[in-house]
């Protein structure tokens, strides 16, 4: 008797030592330019069940923008991989028992609220079959802007600035920005 219960137990709980949690490697890259890591922001991706729109796994990318010169100097031909070790990645970790088609939302830059855009993409994902390497690579168009001056709620009325020039009373204003893709 206790030998059909020790089977018995081994047997059952196998399904749950054998399923193995399938990992899609997914990456945020700016439109004509480097993945968009942690320096920049980071991009919070979301899988979800296609059909049912719950949340399979969630985070931030992390790492660093990549190779610049493999990604930005260096022809690649088509299937090249261009990140590295180092590149901004989230691996979701997927618990699945059949085939199932994956929504991937992502929100980049994460930590610029002014200039977040949304992609999503779908893909099918088997059990067991991983997706490594580049995975997924989202592209992200746009700019990240930050005005540099004048500062935000800076009030400025041309005739209160005597140190002005005539030329730049006549509604000139300096202004600089740091830009980025």
Partial sequence: MRLFLLLFTIFSTFPLLS??????TIRAKAKDAKFIGSSIGSALVI????????????GLTD???????KIMKEAHNRYTQLSDETAAKFVAELDLE???LITIEMLSPYTNRQAQIMASTQIWVI????IMGDG???EIPGFIIDILEPQTH???AMSDLPNLSAERRKGEIKIRANIVM
């Fill in 47 to 58: 899988v979800r069940d296609a059909d049912t729109g719950q949340i399979l796994d969630q």
């Fill in 136 to 138: 997924v690579v989202m």
């Fill in 127 to 130: 059990p067991g079959k991983d």
């Fill in 154 to 156: 800076r009030f400025m």
């Fill in 19 to 24: 399923q193995n949690a399938t990992k899609v």
């Fill in 98 to 100: 059949r085939p199932k």
């Fill in 63 to 69: 790492g660093s923008t990549g190779n610049t010169s």
